[in-house]
């Protein structure tokens, strides 16, 4: 018989005999294999599944999508400077958050960098880009038209979901909520097609899309009947598009996509065709002025 290194127990090593049970139920160490009930509990819920551990949004993320919220809002207008000092002291962010977002603004497009105007400032939205913003739409959603996947087996009813959500912000008049949950809506079809380079492209659009939406609606508060009108033909319209979803009729998406993004368009050249003044009749007498022969 030998012992083992690690225990007092004899086991001979010729047989490999293993040595049965103690009566007293004392195991090799001399100590009890009774398990108490605090153990039992601290076994069962060690071996209990845990539950997946929830990722908090990092303050830079947070800082992230505040201030894209405000440029999208036009709370930040276009054009104006945009730096850390403003940020910290105006939305009470931390230095090192502050300036991830303004790396990551510029990143989106929505923020550039002006070294010959020595800073960073909002991108604006002038003619120009209005009107680069409104042909890189039509061009996105006429390729959706041709390339959406009607085979995704969920593209329907997810697409339902998001227009119920779409219904209740604008009866709330929410912009910000409407133009978040508008662009949600067109880049899940944008999803379908597979492609990550084109959906990079459709994102990067929606979200000046978003902007120019925000500012549309904000000039067309004058005419309330006219925005009611403009809401409750973009609500119809999504509805159809969904319908040709269903319908895997290529033919009417590819009349209908290309018909709703040029709706921006139209909106604001209606806009800026009403933006007329009277003519001027002015009494340069009162002026002191000399008339002229």
Do not use: W
């Not at 319908?243 to 033919?251: F, L, N, P, Q, V």
């Amino acid at each position: 018989m030998r012992y083992s290194k690690y225990a007092t127990v004899p086991f001979d090593i010729k047989n490999g005999a293993v040595p049965p049970p103690y009566a007293s139920d004392e195991n090799i160490m001399g100590k009890s294999t009774k398990v108490t009930a605090s153990e039992a509990a601290r076994d069962k819920t060690a071996k209990a599944p845990r539950e997946p551990r929830r990722i908090k949004p990092s303050q830079t993320d947070g800082a992230l999508d505040l201030i894209r919220s405000r440029i999208i809002d036009l709370t930040l207008e276009p054009g104006s400077r945009i730096d850390e000092p403003l940020l910290i002291k105006r939305f009470k962010l931390g230095r090192t958050p502050a300036r991830e977002a303004i790396n990551r603004l510029v990143a989106e497009g929505l923020v550039n960098i002006m070294p010959n105007r020595g800073g960073t400032y909002v991108r604006s939205l002038d003619f120009r880009e209005i009107g680069d913003v409104v042909a890189a739409q039509q061009l996105a959603e006429s390729i959706l038209s041709q390339l959406c996947r009607f085979e995704d087996p969920t593209l329907a009813n997810d697409l339902d979901a998001i227009q119920q959500r779409y219904v209740a912000e604008v009866e709330q008049r929410n912009y910000l909520g409407i133009t978040s949950i508008n662009e949600e809506f067109h880049l899940r079809m944008h999803r379908s097609i597979g492609n990550s380079f084109f959906f990079e492209f459709a994102q990067s659009t929606h979200r000046h899309v978003r902007r120019l939406l925000v500012l549309i609606y904000k000039m067309e508060e004058a005419e309330q009947n006219v925005l009611d009108s403009q809401f409750e033909m973009n609500l119809d319209e999504h509805h159809q598009i969904i319908t040709a979803i269903r319908a895997h009729d290529r033919e009417r998406l590819k009349e209908l996509l290309p018909a709703h993004a040029r709706q921006a368009q139209q909106r604001l050249l209606r806009l800026l065709s009403g933006k007329t003044i009277e003519p001027l009749s002015l009494d340069l007498r009162s002026l002191g002025l000399p008339r002229s022969a």
